[in-house]
């Protein structure tokens, strides 16, 4: 059953004595709270529910194991992956490190590769590693230029019905906004809603200046709020991921969503070259995407692994947006994984714990940690729409994780490999994939 630290009591019926969860994360969370935030609990489990949480010590000893203050979290959530691209590192890594070299690396590895069989194997391998982790719930953007959009969603649907019963699956598409301006942006719209996915782009135009902004981007953008209204779609969108102080497309994106007034929700990834701006700009920006609803998920160590690479010299900054501020101004932040094992990122193993320990480390999301773990559960579960994710509550799905850790410090100080995944109130096999399994597609 892999390394867990205990064994869950066999039956489907029983109650986790003392354990432990950040209340922000606890449907009527029982009782008080100490100094960080998190409440001590019993959790009783029946018929793959959640079906009950007490104060901790008024469950009776023989309903179940005291687990002595262990951590309990939900299930975790990634709302903003690359599955496509997962794991051809070993085939086609990126020599410089950096943006430009991750955008070759991977166009001349779609171009030769990326055959049905290809991205299934390897995005079937990386649900496979997230699902040992732990993982409930994923959003994948998928590269969507002719003609590979007409090969990878086909995939993601079939392994979407493969894997319902184990992991609830979102796409998103990813292309130059201005195929919007093109019959093959109407196209790929269609294709979007084919899959009940999201329309997605990226902020950088092909054939034109990008600094500054030009006004054909406006146009772009405008006309993929329109093609995803006249579909009933939400936008998911990577936006500003530059060291480049005139990439200011954040503020053009929200403005556009005001003007042409869209309905659905949008999510705006990395948005790094915020933090280069002045404060001015950066008040501005944030209040145009608190008019239009905008929701932000900040990728931290890709960002920083990407951002700011030049041979022989330190990096100077870390390549993320400016996440404290735009949630003290109310806007909805959320943390993700991204890329895993491909040329935009050599590293990774699909764990949003992982990511989270990282984020905090990152972006200082510590002392006092405050409600911020939200930002890897109830957050992404809203803005993906999944009622019932993110959250320990009655009534819910038995799907949460135990560690051995009791706070926030032991959590962020070691990696949890130790951890205990229970789905449907069961404990599952956490053994992970053996990369010797990609060893047929991408060498060794």
């Known amino acids: 059953m892999g390394p867990g630290f205990f064994a869950s009591p066999p039956g489907g019926t029983y109650t986790l004595r003392r354990v432990r969860a950040p209340a922000c994360l606890i449907e009527g969370a029982p009782g008080a709270t100490d100094r960080h935030g998190i409440a001590d609990f019993d959790l009783h489990v029946a018929g793959g529910l959640i079906d009950g949480i007490a104060p901790a010590g008024s469950a009776d000893a023989a309903s179940g194991p005291d687990l002595d203050h262990s951590l309990v979290l939900p299930g975790l959530i990634d709302c903003h992956t690359h599955l496509d691209k997962g794991h051809i590192w070993p085939r086609t890594p990126n020599p410089t490190g950096d943006v430009p070299g991750a ?36 959003r994948t953007h998928l590269d969507s230029l002719a003609p590979q959009a007409s090969i990878s969603f086909p995939v993601f649907k079939a392994v979407r019905d493969e894997w319902a019963s184990r992991i609830a699956m979102q796409v998103s598409s990813i292309a130059p906004p201005d195929i919007f301006l093109t019959d093959e942006g109407r196209a790929l719209a269609d294709i979007v809603a084919d899959a009940n996915g999201n329309l997605g782009c990226g902020s950088r135009m092909t054939g034109v200046p990008n600094d500054p902004v030009p006004p054909e981007f406006d146009a772009a953008i405008t006309r993929l709020f329109e093609l995803a209204t006249e579909r009933g779609l939400d936008v998911d969108l990577h936006v500003d991921e530059s060291t480049d102080p005139a990439a200011r497309a954040l503020i053009r994106i929200a403005q556009a969503a005001v003007r042409v007034g869209f309905k659905g929700n949008i999510l705006c990834g990395h948005c790094s070259s915020l933090t280069l701006q002045t404060v001015e700009f950066i008040r501005a920006t944030i209040d145009a995407c608190r008019d239009a609803g905008i929701d932000i998920v900040s990728l931290p160590p890709v960002n920083m692994y ?47 714990l992982e990511t989270f320990a990282n984020a905090v480390k990152i972006l200082h999301l510590d002392h006092p940690p405050g409600d911020w773990i939200a930002s890897a559960f109830t957050t992404p579960a809203a803005i993906m729409k999944l009622p019932g994710f993110g959250m320990l509550k009655r009534g819910a799905t038995a799907d949460f994780i135990v560690l051995k850790a009791r706070t926030y410090s032991e959590m962020l100080a070691r990696h949890q490999f130790d951890r205990v995944v229970i789905r449907n109130g069961r404990q599952i096999d956490t053994t992970l994939p053996d990369y010797r399994q990609l060893d047929p597609i991408v060498g060794w």
């Open 306 to 352: 990407l951002q700011d690479r030049v041979p022989g010299r330190t990096p100077r900054w870390r390549g993320v947006t400016v996440l404290h501020e735009m949630k003290a101004a109310g806007l909805r932040v959320a943390v993700a994984g991204d890329n895993c094992r491909d040329p935009f990122y050599a590293y990774g193993d699909h764990d949003m």
């Open 103 to 138: 955008v070759a690396a991977t166009m001349a590895d779609r171009t030769k590769f990326w055959n049905a069989a290809d991205v299934r194997a390897r995005m079937e391998f990386g649900l496979a590693t997230a699902y040992a982790k732990g993982a409930v719930a994923i």
